[in-house]
């Protein structure tokens, strides 16, 4: 796999993460995006193998046993997100790939491939706005909602164990720091 080619977005829910990663997409063509394989439900915009490989956690917990996957988490019972190894390595070899994945995810890519993966957190301007966001979306019921809220804290205070953060507080600024940052690491 060649060097240097592996760049990690992570971020707690509701940062900009996904909107940023869309972003570098459109503006770094030959990017590729690691897909994220998961058990929850697909929502209705979602297709299988683009957004997410959706799994059963039969299939998810298969996976894990035969050692497929970079990193996962259950997140809640029986709802596991991971990324698929294949999907970084066979992507890799055609060029940068991204990942769009939780923090602890992020640092145990971190601690495979080690400097030939940069982690770029995004963090929220503030956690009333990164809540507002999250209550914006519409798509968590209350309990969800609070379950993802609950796991911010534990999530900012890794963002120094990143290779860098980026505050995306406006989102034109925040795509132009994480291109920036990009560009740099890939040309180094």
């Known amino acids: 796999m060649p060097d240097r080619n592996i760049v990690v977005l992570t971020a ?16 770094m063509p030959d990017m590729q995006f690691s897909v994220s394989a998961t058990t929850r439900a697909a929502r209705p915009d979602e297709t299988d193998g683009v957004d997410y490989h959706f799994l059963s956690p039969e299939e998810f917990r ?12 259950e997140v809640y019972p029986d709802q596991f997100y991971g990324t698929l190894r294949s999907e970084v390595e066979d992507r890799a070899e055609d060029g940068p790939v991204l990942l769009d994945i939780d923090v602890k995810g992020a640092l145990n890519v971190k601690r495979i ?19 507002r966001r999250l209550e914006g979306r519409g798509t968590e019921d209350r309990e969800s909602l609070q379950d993802r809220l609950d796991r911010v804290e534990q999530e900012m205070d890794r963002a120094d164990d990143c290779d860098a953060v980026v505050v995306n507080d406006d989102l034109d600024p925040a795509v132009e720091e994480t291109l920036t940052r990009i560009r740099q690491f890939l040309s180094s």
């Open 62 to 73: 298969a996976r894990i046993d035969a050692g497929d996957l970079l990193e996962y988490e």
């Open 113 to 131: 491939f080690g400097d030939d993966a940069l982690i770029l957190f995004v963090a929220p301007p503030s956690l009333d706005e990164l809540q």
């Open 12 to 27: 707690p829910s509701g940062a900009g993460k996904t909107t940023i990663a869309h972003r570098v997409l459109e503006a």
